[in-house]
Nanobody, 125 residues
Framework: QVRLVESGGGLVRQAGGSLRLSCVAS????????MAWYRQAPGQQRELVAN???????HYADSVKGRFTISRDNAKNSVYLQMNSLKPEDTAVYYC??????????????????WGQGTQVTVSS
């Protein structure tokens, strides 16, 4: 019913570089509540990087505060993650997450959580 597609990952050859991740939601969307970015490094659990409410209130993991900025464009059903001063320990697969009010085929509203497929971010030392 809803699809999240991430883009913008890649290789940063030197620590201190920047990347900007984007995520677009499409489908039977009535509204999107919170949106977030998570990441998962090899052998580790998935962890919250940052989230943003429908009203624009943000929250960041301590490890990225001051370096990463989450933002959203409600008109485009999109969320972004600007990552600056990247470190090798930021290397992970980054996942987009959204809490979406979906319109069903029976014209009902249902609240569901969706995930993107993930995008790899690699930071070399």
């Amino acid at each position: 019913q809803v699809r999240l597609v991430e883009s913008g990952g890649g290789l940063v050859r030197q620590a201190g570089g920047s990347l900007r991740l984007s995520c677009v939601a499409s489908g039977s969307i009535f509204s999107i509540n919170s949106m977030a970015w998570y990441r998962q490094a090899p052998g580790q659990q998935r962890e919250l990087v940052a989230n943003i409410t429908g009203g624009g209130k943000t929250h960041y993991a301590d490890s990225v505060k001051g370096r990463f900025t989450i933002s959203r464009d409600n008109a485009k059903n999109s969320v972004y993650l600007q990552m600056n001063s990247l470190k090798p320990e930021d290397t992970a697969v980054y996942y987009c997450n959204a809490d979406v009010m979906v319109i069903t085929s029976e014209a009902r509203l249902v609240d569901n959580e969706y995930w993107g497929q993930g995008t790899q971010v690699t930071v070399s030392s």
